[in-house]
């Protein structure tokens, strides 16, 4: 039993050690708390990200991620579905005409 028990918490060891845990932050277009939400809830549901938050004051997103799983461009493509464009790959036209017309307001401009 104690073999098993000390086989299982090394591979539960091992495979904790392959994750690579990276945190990065970049500009997303946006303007109100519904974009707050939107962007956030974009990049939350992603397999591998522990944690997203978008200011609305400084337009940086912040995430904590797990590089083993994801490339950074990823997470720009996922904000970037949602209509909200990044410095990195450009806002989806159709999903931007969807939002609410506080959301598309300077939604052209790259501070």
């Known amino acids: 039993m104690k073999n098993l028990l000390f086989t299982s918490l090394i591979a539960f060891l091992f495979s904790c050690s392959k ?25 939350k549901g992603i397999n591998g990200v522990s944690m997203a938050t978008w ?39 159709e999903a931007h005409e969807s939002l609410p017309e506080c959301c598309k307001v300077g939604a052209n401009s790259m501070n």
Request: proline share 2%; net charge neutral; glycine share 4%.
């Open 55 to 93: 200011n609305p004051k400084s337009s940086v997103l912040k995430v904590a991620y797990d590089s083993t799983m994801l490339k950074e461009l990823e997470l720009h493509k996922a904000v970037a579905s949602t209509g909200h464009g990044t410095k990195l790959v450009e806002m989806n036209n």
């Open 19 to 43: 994750m690579q845990n990276k945190e990065t932050e970049f500009y997303v277009r946006g303007n109100c708390e519904m974009c707050k939400e939107r962007i956030e809830t974009s990049i």
